[in-house]
């Protein structure tokens, strides 16, 4: 199972993390499946994901509710759980109680990467950055970061944040390629972890893609999608975030870091 360094911190987070999108509901909760949902949960656990990926928006706050009670048998401790603020919460009145509200949910009593979900026109930046710093100097937030920012936001950001910030989560996968024209190499060279998610284009792939890619995952006796992930993290700073409900497909996704691609097959990828 490979890492890599989370920012600049020293701190090694999985390459491949778990997203959970829809597992619980979209915008609003869906409790129809919760005994499944944790337990497929749990069974990602035990596999060996440690890194979960989520947000207060999951579910209308469901997800995390589930994943609070999936977690509750397991070390708190070997578990890395990244959440999200929506944009209608982000001043400083508005902040600690949405990460409270997480906190809550998740049945934690810290996060461990907590993200600004998506930026917003009238967001006060520097209130945002410094009550998330506060938040994380008080033993709330181990981290923080950022999700859907461009290069511009993400340096305005770097100067005016009081505390370093570790990643930006994106969208990018084989056929969505936009970080790789400026975000990418930003985040390269200023050690900033760049978590890509929807990194398996949710199973949506042109025919001229999947040709490809039936090709590379041949050689490898693995599938289309390990092959997707593969490429994903064999680019440097970055880390995916697959989701799946799916235990075969929840394996496959995992071990597709034990894959090494070889420089012919990353450059047909690229
Ligand atoms: N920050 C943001 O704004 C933002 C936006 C979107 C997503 N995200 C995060 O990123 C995560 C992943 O993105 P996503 O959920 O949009 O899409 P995704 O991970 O690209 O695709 C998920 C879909 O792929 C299928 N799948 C997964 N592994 C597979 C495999 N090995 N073989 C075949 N099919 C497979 C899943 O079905 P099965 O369940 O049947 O396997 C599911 O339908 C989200 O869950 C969320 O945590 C963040």
Not at 23 to 42: A, F, M
């Amino acid at each position: 199972m490979g890492f890599k360094q989370l920012g600049s911190t020293g701190e090694e987070i999985p390459a491949i993390g778990l997203g959970t999108w829809e597992i619980g509901g979209r915008e609003t909760p869906d409790y129809s499946r919760d005994k499944e949902n944790i337990k497929i949960l749990q069974a990602a656990i035990e596999m060996g994901y440690t890194h979960i990926d989520t947000a207060e928006y999951y579910g209308g706050g469901h997800t995390e509710e589930l994943i609070g009670e999936a977690i509750k048998t397991f070390d708190r401790s070997k578990l890395f759980i990244t959440s999200k603020v929506w944009p209608t919460h982000l001043s400083k009145e508005e902040l600690p109680k949405a990460l409270k509200g997480s906190l809550k949910r998740l049945g934690t009593d810290y996060i461990d990467l907590y993200l600004i979900h998506w930026p917003v026109p009238d967001m006060d930046l520097k209130e945002t950055l410094t009550t998330m710093a506060e938040l994380s100097k008080a033993g709330y937030i181990r981290y923080i970061g950022v999700s859907n920012f461009d290069v511009a936001l993400l340096k305005k950001s770097l100067l005016i944040s009081p505390v370093p910030i570790v990643c930006n989560q994106v969208l990018y996968n084989l056929e969505d390629r936009e970080p790789e024209n400026e975000l990418l190499p930003f985040c390269q060279e200023n050690g900033i972890t760049l978590t890509a998610y929807t990194p398996l284009k949710k199973g949506s792939l042109s025919k001229h893609t999947e040709k490809v890619l039936k090709k590379i995952a041949k050689k490898h006796n693995a599938t289309i999608y390990q092959i997707m992930l593969s490429w994903l993290i064999s680019k440097d700073n970055v880390i995916a975030i697959p989701r799946s409900t799916n235990i075969q497909h929840l394996k496959e996704n995992l071990e597709a870091a034990d894959i090494i691609l070889e420089p012919d097959d990353l450059q047909l990828l690229d």
